[in-house]
Structure formats: structure tokens, C-alpha cells
């Protein structure tokens, strides 16, 4: 039981360069969401799943897209990667409303 | 706005002596406050999770307490341990809303020998 897993764990990118972060938990939950942190930041809600099949934005989308793929997977893509978003991204799922597991982290540089 | 504040930022303590970290949220509608551990370079792991009529909850040597008259709650550590040193985060989770989740910045704790 690897619980929730992300690859790649680092990656540099060129400004206008695209990219997929991959995430997937085997604990069969029905919830999973993308989160970014930033230094002196909490971390913030990118998008989420509630099931498989949905996906909602969260405080901050703008740049972003994701893919529900079946209910193990919840891939985040950066079409045209800005400075910006360098960052630390944060996968993580939950059962239901109570505790939520996060996985290590994907840490972007964008130059 | 739905926000949550911690304090301090940052904290400094000897091994072996005792710490509270302070959160104050402005959440609704509230379901739950929880308190994660993060270690530098990791995701964060939940040490406790308190709903509205829970006003204690301890894990090991992790106590937390919750007013949810006040919306206060803290993080009490007992007995530090080098191994504490880390950032603590306070989290609300609203029953509605496209941002189910409220995160506060974290407090920073270095336990030194």
C-alpha cells in the first residue's frame, strides 16, 4: 500500500514549456485534489475531484487543467508554464470529509 | 472571508520543554479543524482531526484543543523532541464552497538540544 504517489518529484521547465504532474493513490478513495505552496503561503486548492468523473476548481485554476482519469488517477497539466508557477504541488486524497492524505510533492521551477 | 491564522510564525524551543501553537479561523460553514505535521521536503500528515463538539483530542505526546464559540484552537506538544522540529498547520474544512478546505500558513517549530 503506497498510499498517494507523484511523479516526477522534480522538474525545470522553460517559460511557455507544457507538462503533466501525475498523482495516484491506492486506497481507493473517492476524492482527490492538487494544491500549490508557496514560500510564507498555506497551502491553496488548485482543483479537486469529488468522484471519479467531476473535477471543480479550487481557489486558484487559472493556468491549470486536470484529468480525472479513473478513480486511482488525477493528473495536472500546465499548457504554457509562467514563473508563476513555480512551486511545490501537493496531491492528496481523502474517503470522505475526514482526513486527507498527501503525497510527497512534485517541486517545479519555472525559468 | 474564510481564513485561518496561526501563531507564532515561527518558534523556537529548547528539547524537552513544552509548546503551544494558536489557530484562529473565520470559517463557515465549519465541519472540522485539523492539525497537520509537515516536514521539511515531505507532504503534510494529520496528527488530529476535531468536529464541532469535540473540544479535546491527543495524540501521544500532540494535544489539541478546540472553542468553537471562540473559533479558537491550539496545539499543545509536550516534552519536544528534536524530531518535532517542523512546520504545523492548521486546516478548517467548510460544508460547502469550491475551496472545501482552509489552510492556515503554518507555524515553524525548531526544537534545539
Known amino acids: 500500500n503506497a498510499g498517494v504517489t507523484q511523479t516526477p518529484k522534480f522538474q525545470v521547465l522553460k517559460t511557455g514549456q507544457s507538462m503533466t504532474l501525475q498523482c495516484a493513490q491506492d486506497?481507493?478513495?473517492?476524492?482527490m485534489y492538487w494544491y500549490r505552496q508557496d514560500p510564507g503561503m498555506g497551502l491553496r486548492l488548485i482543483y479537486y475531484s469529488a468522484s471519479e468523473g467531476t473535477t471543480d476548481k479550487g481557489e486558484v485554476p487559472n493556468g491549470y487543467n486536470v484529468s480525472r482519469l479513473n478513480k486511482r488517477e488525477f493528473s495536472l497539466r500546465l499548457e504554457s508554464a509562467a514563473p508563476s508557477q513555480t512551486s511545490v504541488y501537493f496531491c492528496a486524497s481523502t474517503p470522505g470529509t475526514r482526513e486527507q492524505y498527501f503525497g510527497p510533492g512534485t517541486r517545479l521551477t519555472v525559468t | 472571508k474564510n481564513q485561518v491564522e496561526q501563531s507564532p510564525q515561527s518558534l523556537i524551543i529548547l528539547e524537552g520543554k513544552n509548546c503551544t501553537l494558536q489557530c484562529n479561523y473565520t470559517v463557515s460553514p465549519f465541519s472540522n479543524l485539523r492539525w497537520y505535521k509537515q516536514d521539511t521536503g515531505r507532504g503534510p500528515v494529520s496528527l488530529t482531526i476535531m468536529t464541532f463538539s469535540e473540544n479535546t483530542k491527543s495524540n501521544g505526546r500532540y494535544t489539541a484543543t478546540l472553542d468553537a464559540d471562540t473559533k479558537q484552537s491550539s496545539l499543545h506538544i509536550t516534552a519536544s523532541q528534536l524530531s518535532d522540529s517542523a512546520s504545523y498547520i492548521c486546516v478548517v474544512t467548510r460544508n460547502s464552497g469550491n475551496t472545501p478546505l482552509v489552510f492556515g500558513k503554518g507555524t515553524r517549530l525548531s526544537v534545539i538540544a
Open positions: 486506497m481507493n478513495h473517492n476524492s
